[in-house]
């Protein structure tokens, strides 16, 4: 049984916004605006659901609130969040979707975590005409699919594996070992990747795959560690991100280049390392506090709100942004779903990112990469977006 939509207007108090000041009773006064979601709170999406997207939707929920409500055309209107537990599960995901834009016709949605449940609710959506933002999909087959309503806001595999391999050839690598998870996020970066280092020079000593769930990946990390590659490549998810590099670092695996994608970004990635044992560990990261002062604003106001909890430095940032975007449309079209979608997809948009905009479904953002630093998930590649200079040379695991 799907669960039973978890519906949370929230109210925000009092606020001064310039020189304006919205009274709560006026809040309550103009007709909610609707916002359906269902999204990870249990099941193994959790871990990246609640991290890189739902606790932005609440944030954003709140300061939109604060402020008077969402600005619809000129007229504050206060948001009411319609959410549920999606459970990790693609089926219930779907029929919660179906619901909201089918019975429950709320006014927009967010979308889900994941390249899977993108897959699957980009289609339903683009049906039923809501614009989708989607900052947890990477997925060129899901980009190429050309769905009017849909907006990838992450860089896809092309454009993160693509700046990952010309930074290992800049900086002279040689051999690389590659394990990647055996789902659709995996597959498509595993072959971007392959893809990329087409006449390179760099040969592929080991590419191995391994199911969702894995609880150990020790026997396949000890034969990599045999032949001795320079770089490590890990395409994984936030759970197997740690387990990775927890038992390289119990075997003595210290390639010069370890990366390792979805959750390396994380501040439960540095908490369980530790600062020091993170130290040059490479990953999908995007952004962080030193990127622009609005996101070092949002940064703040994250860890605020959540007891010291950090966005991420990948997708959340692309979250706030597709947040960002989805405010200023609504401020300038309404909730005409059509115009909404002709507006996102003709106009440029400032946001924590810098100036964004989309070619077809896909974000004009190029590819990343980034490496913790001295505490910090700094972007070091490319050149013209790092926030610091990379280090070639991963210090020993500590």
């Not at 290992?168 to 072959?191: P, Q, S």
């Not at 280049?257 to 530790?274: E, I, P, R, W």
Request: glycine share 10%; proline share 6%; hydrophobic share 40%.
């Amino acid at each position: 049984m799907v669960q039973q939509s978890k519906r949370t207007l929230l109210k925000g108090a009092a606020a001064t916004v310039g020189a304006a000041t919205f009274a709560p009773h006026l809040l309550a006064q103009q007709k909610p605006v609707r916002i359906g979601y269902a999204i990870a709170r249990t099941g193994p999406w959790a871990g990246g659901a609640q991290v890189s997207q739902e606790p932005n939707f609440l944030l954003w929920a709140e300061q939109q609130n604060a402020a008077g409500g969402l600005d619809v055309k000129g007229v504050r209107r206060p948001i009411e969040l319609v959410s549920s537990d999606d459970r990790s599960d693609i089926e219930t995901c779907v029929r919660s979707y179906e619901k909201l834009m089918g019975s429950d016709k709320v006014d927009l949605i967010l979308p889900p975590w994941g390249s899977n449940a993108n897959f699957a609710i980009a289609p339903l959506a683009n049906r039923y005409g809501y614009p989708m933002l989607a900052p947890t999909a990477l997925s060129r087959k899901l980009v190429d699919m050309r769905l009017p309503y849909f907006f990838s806001l992450l860089q896809q595999p092309d454009k993160m594996m693509g700046a990952l391999v010309d930074m290992l050839k800049a900086n002279g690598v040689k051999t690389i070992a590659i394990v990647y998870m055996d789902d659709l996020f995996g597959l498509e970066n595993f072959a971007a990747l392959n893809n990329a280092l087409k006449n390179t020079g760099i040969q592929v000593v080991e590419r191995k795959g391994y199911p969702l769930g894995v609880k150990d990946l020790s026997p396949v990390l000890r034969g990599i560690k045999d032949l001795n590659p320079d770089a490590f490549i890990g395409i994984t998810y936030p759970p197997d991100t740690i387990l990775a590099s927890k038992q390289a670092k119990e075997i003595g695996f210290n390639p010069k280049f370890f990366y390792a994608s979805v959750g390396t970004a994380f501040q439960l990635y540095k908490n369980v390392m530790t600062p020091a044992g993170a130290e040059g560990v490479l990953g999908m990261g995007s952004w962080n506090g030193k990127t622009s002062a609005a996101a070092k604003a949002y940064f703040d106001a994250h860890a605020k709100k959540f007891g010291g909890k950090e966005p991420d430095r990948w997708a959340s940032g692309h979250c706030w942004a597709g947040l960002e975007i989805l405010t200023e449309s609504v401020a300038k079209v309404g909730l005409d779903r059509k115009a909404l979608r002709d507006h996102i997809a003709k106009n440029e948009f400032k946001t924590i990112l810098g100036n964004i905009h989309f070619e077809g479904s896909e974000v004009s953002v190029p590819g990343t990469v980034s490496q913790w630093q001295n505490g910090e998930f700094e972007v070091v590649w490319p050149a013209k977006l790092a926030t610091a200079k990379l280090n070639p040379s991963k210090p020993v695991w500590k």
